[in-house]
């Protein structure tokens, strides 16, 4: 089948006004992924606290263990999550998919107030990570999908920053609340989001003609493992997110460790502000960097910007110093840039009867990677003696997708014409 994008003539892509129902779009989208953004990152924050109340015993190996179970099966549930929703929105559309996962995030998120045991918390942070998965896919398709051409790069840019807006406000409620079981009725804002949504959002122009288009079911089978695209997205993506993920679920339990005579509570809530308010930044400006420099040597240089500052931060730290705060804010800065700039491009190497699907795999499949990393990186605290050089062990994978993208084909021959 041809992969072309059929666009009917009223569709939203092809007009120049913004229209009121648009940015209603825009700002369900931009509390989406800011909700993802807080309720992916505030187990983080909390989870010395949490691990320590729900354990049996209060030994340091049993902690570890739980905080490792808690972290790594959630980033695993967003990694299904975000390929199964994917391919869910394209067979029954963004809207009605956006609207289900919206509220499964806020149901489960509000559960984990009333969990007796950590198994429990587990379990209930497996479930919202699916839903998670499914919001950060479906928001980017479907303003990709929506949005006039001429400002979609600037408007997706800047609702990419929602997720770090959102760790900035995970960062603000430990500050805030310091019952956890209290903070994680967060959750019922993407509730209230959902029934917004079920309300208010339209399927797209784009996705109706795709399935116009779809002359039988069988012709579009595994079409979206052989898209043109996959592999390069798939390993640019998930290299950069297996050292942001090891960094976002567990540096507030290295700056723990670093500390000797303190609580952490503040330390934890403005590292987890810094982690955001750099990636803030970073996704602000993506697009004018973009313009400038262009997307590889863009992407060439959150690679090598992200590694320089975790060699500086994790292998020559050895206690708690004000320096920390700038070099996170660097870190997050570059971090910021690869998500603004990939959440924009990803969606563009498809066609739009398998857009969800395979930017779903190209968003998720490093997170399987990055939730073996995880959960490892508990086990292998003990055994490389400390969080740093566990957390400089993951950024490694920074240089793989440097290398990747230095030697693959230019991202503008892959993106579909």
């Not at 957390?391 to 994978?397: D, K, Q, Y």
Request: hydrophobic share 55%.
């Amino acid at each position: 089948m041809a992969q072309t994008l059929a666009i009917a003539d009223n569709s939203e892509v092809g007009r120049d006004k913004i229209s009121a129902y648009l940015w209603s779009v825009f700002l369900i989208c931009f509390l989406g992924n800011a909700s993802a953004g807080t309720i992916s990152t505030i187990a983080s924050v909390y989870l010395p606290v949490i691990a320590d109340q729900l354990a049996i015993t209060t030994t340091s190996e049993e902690i570890n263990e739980i905080s490792a179970y808690i972290n790594a099966l959630y980033l695993a549930g967003w990694a299904i999550g975000g390929m199964t929703w994917g391919l869910i929105s394209d067979k029954i559309g963004r809207a009605k998919s956006l609207a289900m996962c919206l509220a499964s995030v806020g149901i489960f998120t509000i559960g984990v107030s009333f969990a007796g045991s950590w198994e429990i918390v587990v379990l209930l942070r497996l479930l919202g990570g699916i839903a998670v998965g499914g919001v950060m896919v479906i928001t980017m398709t479907l303003l990709s999908e929506i949005w006039p051409a001429k400002t979609r790069s600037i408007v997706m840019g800047v609702v990419s920053i929602g997720f770090p807006v959102g760790i900035f406000s995970s960062g603000l409620v430990n500050l805030w609340v310091n019952d956890w079981r209290q903070a994680f009725w967060i959750g019922a804002i993407p509730l209230l989001l959902a029934g917004v949504s079920f309300l208010r959002l339209k399927e797209s122009q784009q996705w109706k003609v795709s399935q116009l288009n779809i002359a039988g079911a069988q012709s579009q089978k595994n079409s979206h493992f052989k898209a043109p695209g996959l592999v390069h997205g798939a390993v640019v993506f998930g290299s950069m997110l297996i050292a942001l993920w090891s960094a976002f679920s567990w540096m507030p339990t290295w700056v723990q460790s670093l500390l000797q005579e303190s609580s952490g509570q503040t330390e934890r809530g403005s590292v987890m502000m810094i982690l955001g308010f750099g990636g803030i930044i970073g996704g602000i400006l993506s697009g004018w960097i973009v313009k400038v420099i262009g997307v590889r040597k863009s992407m060439l240089v959150c690679f090598v910007g992200a590694l320089s500052i975790s060699i500086l931060l994790y292998g020559f730290t050895r206690e708690f110093s004000f320096w920390i705060y700038p070099a996170i804010i660097c870190l997050s800065f570059f971090f910021g840039i690869s998500q603004g700039l990939l959440s924009f491009y990803i969606p563009q190497l498809f066609a739009v009867d398998i857009r969800a699907g395979a930017t779903g795999f190209c968003f998720n499949a490093g997170r399987v990677i990055t939730a073996i990393a995880v959960f490892s990186l508990g086990s292998l605290v003990l055994f490389l003696g400390g969080y740093g050089n566990a957390l400089l062990l993951f950024s490694g994978f920074l240089l793989i997708g440097f290398f990747f993208v230095l030697l693959s084909k230019s991202p503008e021959q892959l993106t579909p014409k």
